[in-house]
């Protein structure tokens, strides 16, 4: 479904960018992937993705330097020739009610968020515009879409992800390049395991269960393909039916 194509994942090391990143490669896909936590985590999906029998390489990058991430997409563009697909995925939070979050939590958390994926849409904008062809997934949250007590940062930062998807598909539509967002709701990763209220969330979502990074790596996957290419400036929920 992506044979030959190049796709570069942010915050892939792990959780749903992990999950992308396999699937990318099962599809036939060359991965590149940003991570910046542990690097054993990286060399290990690493050569996952090359026992798949794909070209890929694991890049150490803060998302949140625009020269760091300058500097990382020159890397990657010179190791694999090009760039089709961008997933921007890294993402953190630092959840507090608002009366007790300090600035630094909420600058962090949107330079993150927000900043870095402008960052990395910066780099590959004329490479897609260029070639007339290729696909932009952000990864965004239902926090962007309806709020969460104790997460202004955060979704103030996710909706922020949605307004610059709808932009930059507008921007890039006549050039064949679609642009859409992908709006999670409560999934099985790190960043959800800390979370103590599960069973009362759980019975919140209509189906019944959280989502699994995979099911999200399936929608991805459907984005970056063929199938895909009459669909841009969309924002896709998946959340087992929560937000709606």
């Keep these: 479904m992506l044979k030959g194509k190049v796709a570069v994942v942010t915050g892939g090391s792990r959780g749903i960018g992990r999950a992308i990143c396999e699937r990318f490669a099962e599809n036939g896909a060359n991965v590149a992937f940003l991570y910046s936590g542990s690097a054993e985590k990286a060399e290990e999906l690493k050569a996952k993705l090359l026992a ?16 760091e991430v300058s500097d990382t997409f020159k890397r990657i563009v010179a190791d694999f020739g090009t760039v089709d697909i961008l997933v921007n995925n890294a993402g953190i939070t630092r959840d507090k009610l608002l009366l007790s979050m300090r600035e630094q939590d909420f600058d962090e958390v949107l330079d ?7 960052n990395t849409i910066k780099q590959v ?4 515009a260029k070639k007339r062809a290729g696909k932009i997934i952000n990864i965004s949250s239902i926090s962007g879409l309806i709020g969460n007590p104790g997460q202004a ?16 598909a507008k921007e890039l539509a006549s050039r064949g390049v679609c642009c859409n967002a992908i ?9 959800t395991a800390a979370f103590t209220g599960e069973n009362r969330l759980v019975s919140s979502i209509p189906l019944g269960r959280m989502g699994l990074p995979e099911e999200v790596a399936s929608l991805a996957l459907f984005l970056a393909s063929p199938s895909s290419d009459y ?3 969309e924002v896709i929920r998946i959340d087992g039916g929560l937000a709606m």
């Design 183 to 191: 709006a999670p709701g409560f999934i099985k990763t790190d960043m």
């Design 231 to 233: 669909i841009t400036g």
């Design 125 to 128: 904008y004329p490479i897609l």
């Design 112 to 118: 993150v968020n927000l900043k870095g994926f402008f």
């Design 153 to 168: 940062n955060y979704s103030a930062s996710k909706a922020g992800v949605i307004g610059l998807t709808k932009t930059v």
């Design 52 to 67: 798949s029998g794909v070209k890929a390489e694991a890049y150490k990058c803060n998302v949140a330097d625009f020269n």
